[in-house]
């Protein structure tokens, strides 16, 4: 198996004065991701998927289990695991190109290699005109697309995406939603994408998987079959409803009630 999620949990220990809280956030999680999936993990806030993705980054290590890529046990982050967060740490100083080629410059890749790759990675988010700008002379649906070229200029076999369409309004989510497809499509990453959004997830995933309110537990792994690539049709059809009232009820269910006080 490609990647390997097995048995983790992960407590955080709080200290707060003389006493010590721990606070369980994953419980148990086991999840296997196939080479080229597209895996995307829905769950109530709070429950432990930006945690997860740490986990299976290498940014933070798990308290008793462990996360294999290829059989490897992961111990630290490497840029073979591509991360896009929400906000999508730009480096403000430098041009989009320039931020482009910022893993390529990690990596010690020659100047003329990295101006190539970030010239290509920028035509295939549709951003070869903007090279030359900086990231504040960009929109927000700009910007995540320059955070999507950086982490795939480096060619990552995986790409781990922690609500990456989170803070953009419904319709520029929408086209990027379209965008990633293809991208994924055409080069055939391992994805592991995080959302809220029930229609983002059935849109774009392979699976979804649903976990409970913290600890985090997964409480279902729902296949979606449907053909690629998927567009407004699949948005439209009987079996996207389906899917979606399915797992808005698993999310109900899971949710926890927070007492009134
Ligand atoms: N470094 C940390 N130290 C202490 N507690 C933490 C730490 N990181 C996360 N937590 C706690 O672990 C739990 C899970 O957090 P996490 O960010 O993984 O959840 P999430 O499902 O991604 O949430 P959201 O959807 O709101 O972003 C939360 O209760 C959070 O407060």
Redesign the pocket.
Known sequence: MFLEIDRITKT???ERRRNQQE?R??DDISLDVAEGEFVVIC????????????LIHGL?QPDSGEVRVRGVPVREPTLDRGMVFQHHNLMPWRTVARNVELGLEALGRPKAERTMRAGEWLAKVDLEQFATYYPAQLSGGMQQRVGLARALAVDPEMLLM??PFGALDAQTRVVLQGELERIWEADSKTVVF?T?DIEEAIFLADRVIV?SA?P?RIVADIPVEAPRPRGDAWRAAPAFAELKGRIWELLQQTAVKEPVT
């Open positions: 955080f220990r709080l606070l956030a994953l769950g109530p806030s709070g429950c432990g998927k930006s945690t997860l993705l740490r933070q922690d609500e995080i809220h976990m913290r985090g």
